[in-house]
């Protein structure tokens, strides 16, 4: 299968003579933002560890402590079999999925997911799976969540965004992962608005489309319910 854009060769970690900050800062990552996103061109937020690319093939999964009043909302296994439903030639460039702590400093700038060199971190829920906002969504944001079965509702000024433990899974395995791992492959665009088109392509293609005969039953089954 091939893959837009040049393969190129992984970045290695300098030996000598290259401030490490600086080279790290120089390989690729792509984020997804939590709403309301901050500017396009807020300031690299790298995730709370790097894992140098190896090389080696098949990928490891990471589990860290969710953090408090959090919880991770997949599962190993649950991510494994999603991924099985790729083509081999999607994920061979994976080395590592993190199920990532929210530290501090991601409240503060709270991601669903992100990747960075070949790994990819997904990152915890709210334990009730309920996010609350101050601002209203946009219709693109407000869509999104739709699509996967979360459900909006107003209290005056405040938004929550409601979610179901069928509703999130689906989420964060068909978008959130999908999304991501579209970050990873993309070595062709280097422009952010580019790379997040390549992405929300990959991540529909991917991710959606093939998995939307499950979600429509499940969808018309809550909606006879309520």
């Not at 997911?113 to 990152?123: D, R, V």
């Not at 965004?161 to 899974?169: P, Q």
Request: charged share 25%.
């Amino acid at each position: 299968m091939r893959l837009p854009g040049p393969v190129r060769k992984v970045q290695r970690m300098p030996q000598g003579g290259m401030d490490i900050r600086a080279w790290m800062r120089r390989m690729p990552y792509g984020r997804r933002l939590r709403f309301p996103a901050r500017s396009v061109r807020a300031p690299f937020c790298p995730p709370e560890d790097w894992h140098e690319p190896t090389g080696k093939p098949g990928y490891r999964i990471i589990v860290q402590p969710p953090g408090p009043g959090y919880r991770h909302v997949v599962t190993p296994e649950e991510i494994r079999q999603r991924l099985a439903m790729l083509p081999a030639a999607l994920v061979q460039p994976l080395e590592v999925v993190q199920l990532s702590r929210l530290t501090r400093k991601k409240r503060s700038f709270p991601c669903y997911g992100m990747q960075w060199g070949k790994a990819i971190y997904l990152y915890p829920m709210e334990e009730d799976l309920v996010e609350v906002f101050p601002k209203p969504p946009k219709p693109a944001q407000w869509n999104e969540a739709r699509m996967f079965g979360g459900r909006w509702e107003q209290d005056g000024t405040t938004w929550r965004l409601i979610w179901t433990e069928e509703s999130i899974k689906d989420f964060y395995l068909n978008n959130i992962l999908i999304h991501e791992l579209g970050h990873l492959l993309d070595e062709r665009n280097t422009r952010w608005r580019d790379r997040e088109r390549f992405a929300e392509w990959f991540a529909i293609r991917w991710g959606y489309l093939p998995t939307q005969p499950q979600r429509q039953k499940r969808l018309a089954a809550l909606a006879q319910g309520s």
